[in-house]
T-cell receptor
Framework: EAGVVQSPRYKIIEKKQPVAFWCNPI?????LYWYLQNLGQGPELLIR????????DSQLPKDRFSAERLKGVDSTLKIQPAELGDSAVYLC???????????????FGPGTRLTVL | GDSVTQMEGPVTLSEEAFLTINCTYT??????LFWYVQYPGEGLQLLLK?????DKGSNKGFEATYRKETTSFHLEKGSVQVSDSAVYFC??????????????FGQGTILTVHP
């Protein structure tokens, strides 16, 4: 079974430029997450999708970050414009929809390492 | 808010030594608890989990017991190997409510095992 796929793996851009990250979740997984991982820290949730609906985007900096999940499968996270402080690893994860279940395991992709110069 | 605190790192051990990585949590409710591992250059992988008090999660020789009375989920392994060198993250999540599925992570503990 294929895991969560992310691209690109690495991205280097200059500040004020736009950037986009792509995620393809595990087939059949309805829930998709984007996390931000700063160096030396644990990941922090940016946004969570149930199918194509963003059900928790409270931690997404909406002035410069946006995300979409068309057709409830692939997702794109965009930053425009990027700032120096956005340098981090952006992780995508997916999980099967199990309403009310405590067995809410998430499967992570390898991440995209963004460097803003 | 909910939070997870891991022991200060990094941790350096010799092969076959005993490992303990402490993890405590603060949560308003009854979360599920997880340990994730991140090997160099790879994504996070679920190592083990526990969904209720006194449950013991185990995998690859690692164990952790959900202790509700001490709000802890310490990771242990009796004999570490060089291949266990990685970053270990403790995390919690809830099965329902507005925070359903959101993983709250600790800061991670770097483990280095020498031959």
């Amino acid at each position: 079974e294929a895991g969560v796929v992310q691209s690109p793996r690495y991205k280097i851009i200059e500040k004020k430029q736009p950037v986009a990250f792509w995620c393809n979740p595990i087939s059949g997984h309805n829930t998709l997450y984007w996390y931000l991982q700063n160096l030396g820290q644990g990941p922090e949730l940016l946004i969570r999708y149930e199918n194509e609906e963003a059900v928790d985007d409270s931690q997404l900096p909406k002035d410069r970050f946006s995300a979409e999940r068309l057709k409830g499968v692939d997702s794109t996270l965009k930053i425009q414009p990027a700032e120096l402080g956005d340098s981090a690893v952006y992780l995508c994860a997916s999980s099967p929809r199990t309403s009310g279940s405590r067995n809410n395991e998430q499967f992570f992709g390898p991440g995209t390492r963004l460097t803003v110069l | 808010g909910d939070s997870v605190t891991q022991m200060e790192g990094p941790v350096t051990l010799s092969e076959e030594a005993f490992l303990t990585i402490n993890c405590t949590y603060t949560a308003t409710g009854y979360p599920s608890l997880f340990w994730y591992v991140q090997y160099p250059g790879e994504g996070l992988q679920l190592l083990l989990k526990a969904t209720k008090a006194d449950d013991k999660g185990s995998n690859k020789g690692f164990e952790a017991t959900y202790r509700k009375e001490t709000t802890s989920f310490h990771l242990e392994k009796g004999s570490v190997q060089v291949s266990d060198s990685a970053v270990y993250f403790c995390a919690l999540s809830f099965a329902g409510g507005t925070s359903y599925g959101k993983l709250t992570f600790g800061q991670g503990t770097i483990l280095t095992v020498h031959p």
